[in-house]
T-cell receptor, first 116, second 112 residues
């Protein structure tokens, strides 16, 4: 079945540094990928929609200069948290949809970001 | 915007009991999805429903797509300890069919 790989699974960084998270579709081409953020004991909150070869679409309230998204190929999307601060600490999860967008989304295993 | 109301928020049950949870919305959806999330991991798809009135099973799990297309439920029969986790309903909307909206989740605890 469809597999989405997310890396790293955990990262600790110092305040002010940038962190890049990768999301790969391993056995299918993903024209669209989605980035979610999840706080403890809460649901997933969509941050942005990443389309291969075009600019990402950000949800209201999500700073595009803070959360840089690049979807340079059909199998890879990256999320870079720039100038991270402790309030950016969270669980970030990506998901991917195949061509046509009608197949159910499959999710990566998430990245636990801790900013000290 | 579109919102999914999921209930109950949490459940504490004994092993062997059946579980039922549901999601409702004021909006109509053409697809309902149910996911399970274990601690520290991403959600895993359990069941996908594509047709109003559809009843689909996956092992001990059964989910139904409400006839009004505004609701769905998930049943787990004969629960076991590994059923512990958070269960989310989700439905795609927006201009991209895969842009998912999630329910608030149901935290399930199974006591052995």
């Amino acid at each position: 079945g469809a597999v989405v790989s997310q890396h790293p699974s955990r990262v600790i960084c110092k305040s002010g540094t940038s962190v890049k998270i990768e999301c790969r579709s391993l056995d299918f081409q993903a024209t669209t990928m989605f980035w979610y953020r999840q706080f403890p004991k809460q649901s997933l909150m969509l941050m942005a929609t990443s389309n291969e070869g075009s600019k990402a679409t950000y949800e209201q309230g999500v700073e595009k200069d803070k959360f840089l998204i690049n979807h340079a190929s059909l199998t890879l999307s990256t999320l870079t948290v720039t100038s991270a601060h402790p309030e950016d600490s969270s669980f970030y999860i990506c998901s991917a949809a195949g061509p046509g967008g009608n197949s159910p989304l499959h999710f990566g295993n998430g990245t636990r970001l801790t900013v000290t | 915007g579109q919102q999914l109301n999921q209930s109950p928020q949490s459940m504490f049950i004994q092993e062997g009991e059946d579980v039922s949870m549901n999601c409702t919305s004021s909006s109509i959806f053409n697809t309902w999805l149910w996911y399970k999330q274990d601690p520290g991991e991403g959600p895993v798809l359990l069941i996908a429903l594509y047709k109003a009135g559809e009843l689909t099973s996956n092992g001990r799990l059964t989910a139904q797509f409400g006839i009004t297309r505004k609701d769905s439920f998930l049943n787990i029969s004969a629960s076991i300890p590994s059923d512990v986790g958070i269960y989310f309903c989700a439905a795609p909307g927006g201009t991209s069919g895969s842009r998912l909206t999630f329910g608030e989740g149901t935290q399930l605890t199974v006591n052995p």
